[in-house]
Nanobody
Framework: VQLVESGGGLVQPGGSLGLSCAAS????????MGWYRQAPGKQRELVADITSGGSSNYVDSVKGRFTISQDNAKKTVYLQMNSLKPEDTAVYYC????????????WGQGTQVTVSS
């Protein structure tokens, strides 16, 4: 199983970026897909996640600015980030949880998002 992330980069405050994460390989029964981030010196935190049924959840600091979406057929999750702030700077990781009777978590390699003028 491989998770391939794309879309990170450098953006000015107030700008927008979109991230995508595509799962490939022998993965089925996806329960949820999500995005986490880790800033230097800080713990990794959940940014947003979405269940296979479409229910989404956001950390308070990004509500109203970020939107998570998914394409179940393509096993891909997206994160649209608007009104970016310097404090959004971090490495963003994709996470997929799959399984029926027990679950397995898969992580992407991470993509850097830097918000700076």
């Amino acid at each position: 199983v491989q998770l391939v992330e794309s879309g990170g980069g450098l953006v000015q405050p107030g700008g927008s970026l979109g991230l995508s994460c595509a799962a490939s390989g022998s993965i089925s029964n996806i329960r949820s897909m999500g995005w986490y981030r880790q800033a230097p010196g800080k713990q990794r935190e959940l940014v947003a996640d979405i269940t296979s049924g479409g229910s989404s959840n956001y950390v308070d600091s990004v509500k109203g600015r970020f939107t998570i979406s998914q394409d179940n057929a393509k096993k891909t999750v997206y994160l649209q980030m608007n009104s970016l702030k310097p404090e959004d700077t971090a490495v963003y990781y994709c996470k997929v949880v799959a399984g029926i009777y027990w679950t397995t978590s898969y992580w992407g390699q991470g993509t850097q998002v830097t918000v700076s003028s």
